[in-house]
């Protein structure tokens, strides 16, 4: 039995959903404005040189294709024709949301079709009960914030305050989060893990989907946030791809933070690391080392907390720009019977208006060194990727998603 190699692209959209109206993302296009973008761009910040964005590798897993068929309209360069040794396709969600959770429980195989709780536009955001049974059981001298916000902006308004007197920047956004900001030297680190452990706990019955753990450094001016961020998930609501596979004796290998958001189910081993070019690094280590029966399954999260959340266009183009350099890397470790599927979660249109997820198609590509070039067309759930998997790995079947795997045997 191979292995398979999820290569997670967070928030890479490629287009806008039938129901993006439903979110206020009708016309959002991750993929299709960053290339736009690049066309008209004459200067660069952040890429190598100016100009079209160059993706050659992940034009010859058809990428290029796959948005055109998700947007029925060809994105230049559309041409199929230098697509060698992959599938590919698009993926519709059906999952009530659009965010990091349900993007990819739906990929495992378990669509959330229930509706997360959220915390309302106002100010105060938070329930009194809440914020003071947290504020009692953490210990703490109170609280700042308490609202939505970019998490790099309030940190830089409220950061010296935070570091003055102690208290949390707490803070939420669009998606069903619960979000705590404190300084690494000052608040600590594990003392920041603690309390976001019993946040987790107390909004528990207001099915918020995660707590995020916010780690800052630097001074006045000058604030960051570090690679420390841990996300405490709701378990998935049933057995996902992950959870089969181990319970039959396979493994499967977390890099970045897909053990968080899987809520550590599932997981043989964990490796986290900070930034696309690290966990791309592991990524390798871990397919020179990987035994049959596993799966890697790797979120590169710079993609949409660097350069989606932030509206950086031409970050974001630099960043699929240097990971297409280095997908032969991969490609020259893959044994015959390996695959490598290319996906992600939502969209995150840096070009869109505010700094939430866009609720988007997400691409399929699906490739080794042995496959013929073939289209997977429209797949009407991300469960059709952990249906795939399921009969891959002999696994008993997920009661959502269509396999494509005979379509991938009748090409290789």
Not at 195 to 204: G, P
Not at 285 to 303: G, M, P, R
Request: net charge negative.
């Amino acid at each position: 039995m191979a292995r398979v190699i999820i290569l997670l692209l967070d928030s890479f959209g490629i287009g806008s959903s039938e129901d993006a109206v439903l979110y206020g993302d009708s016309g959002a296009d991750t993929f299709k404005h960053i290339v736009e973008f690049c066309q008209d761009s004459k200067t660069t910040v952040h890429r190598k040189l100016p100009g079209p964005i160059r993706l050659p590798n992940l034009a010859k897993r058809g990428l290029f294709a796959a948005s055109r068929l998700s947007r029925n309209e060809p994105l230049s360069p559309s041409d199929t024709n230098c697509i060698e040794h992959s599938q590919y396709g698009y993926c519709v969600e059906i999952s009530h949301g659009k965010d990091t959770p349900s993007g990819h429980w739906e990929i495992a195989g378990v669509p959330v079709l229930f509706d997360w709780g959220y915390f309302p536009d106002t100010v105060p955001t938070f329930p009194d009960d809440l914020i003071k049974t947290f504020i009692e059981k953490a210990k703490l001298p109170g609280i700042l914030g308490n609202c939505h916000a970019s998490g790099t902006v309030i940190i830089e308004e409220l950061g010296e305050e935070h570091i003055k007197t102690g208290k949390p920047i707490v803070y939420t956004s669009a998606d069903s989060v619960f979000q705590i900001a404190a300084h690494e030297q000052v608040f600590g680190l594990e003392r920041l893990y603690e309390i976001s452990q019993i946040a987790r706990e107390l909004i528990e019955p207001l099915n918020i989907g995660r707590v995020i753990a916010r780690p800052f450094l630097g001074t006045k001016g000058h604030f960051y946030r570090t690679g420390n961020r841990k996300d405490y998930s709701m378990p998935p609501p049933a057995s996902t791809l992950l959870e089969k596979l181990t319970a039959a004796h396979g493994k499967v290998i977390a890099i970045g933070k897909t053990a968080d958001i899987f809520a550590h189910r599932g997981i043989s081993k964990e490796i986290k690391a900070n930034g696309n070019m690290a966990i791309f690094d592991e990524t390798l280590k871990a397919v020179a080392t990987a035994d049959d029966n596993t799966l890697i399954f790797s979120n590169f999260v710079d993609f949409d907390s660097s350069f989606g959340h932030r509206r950086d266009t031409d970050g974001y183009a630099a960043a699929l720009e240097q990971l297409d350099e280095r997908l032969p890397e991969l490609d020259n470790l893959l044994k015959e019977d390996d695959l490598v599927i290319i996906t992600a979660d939502h969209g995150c249109d840096p070009t869109w208006i505010g700094t939430d997820h866009t609720r988007e198609h997400i691409p399929l590509l699906v490739y080794n060194n042995y496959l013929r070039p073939g289209s997977l067309g429209k797949r009407t759930t991300f469960a059709d990727i952990g249906q795939t998997l399921a009969e891959f790995f002999n696994l008993s079947k997920f009661n959502h998603g269509s396999s494509f795997l005979d379509k991938l045997r009748d090409l290789d």
